[in-house]
């Protein structure tokens, strides 16, 4: 079962950008949905976005027009693109399959920090 490693998040002023990677130690094709999380501190961790193996998209109301989820399939990654960052985007950020999410298994996550 493919493993999923999430990278580049950081501190970041707010209306900044930042580009988050998550890495699969296998092939993607086979995922019907993956999906960007994030839990910001003191808070559930609740769902940014998703994209399925079609390409379609659908994200949070609080995120979207300013948020795009993307996959490469031929480099087994999926990217969450942040542009227009604010401070309440700060937390940690997740990439997960519905399967795992439903046994409660999750990688460590991004930080992504946004300064006023």
């Known amino acids: 079962q493919a493993q999923l490693v999430e990278s580049g998040g950081g501190l970041v002023q707010a209306g900044g950008s930042l580009r988050l990677s998550c890495a699969a130690s296998?092939?993607?094709?086979?995922?019907?949905?993956i999906a960007w999380y994030r839990q910001a501190p003191g808070n559930q961790r609740e769902l940014v976005a998703l994209?399925?193996?079609?390409?379609?998209?659908n994200y949070a109301d609080s995120v979207r027009g300013r948020f795009t989820i993307s996959r490469d399939n031929a480099k087994n990654t999926v990217y969450l693109q942040m542009n227009s960052l604010k401070p309440e985007d700060t937390a940690v950020y997740y990439c997960?399959?519905?399967?795992?999410?439903?046994?409660?298994?999750w990688g460590r996550g991004t930080q992504v920090t946004v300064s006023a």
């Open positions: 296998g092939s993607i094709l086979g995922f019907n949905v």
């Open positions: 997960n399959r519905p399967e795992l999410v439903a046994v409660g298994s």
């Open positions: 994209i399925s193996r079609g390409g379609g998209r």
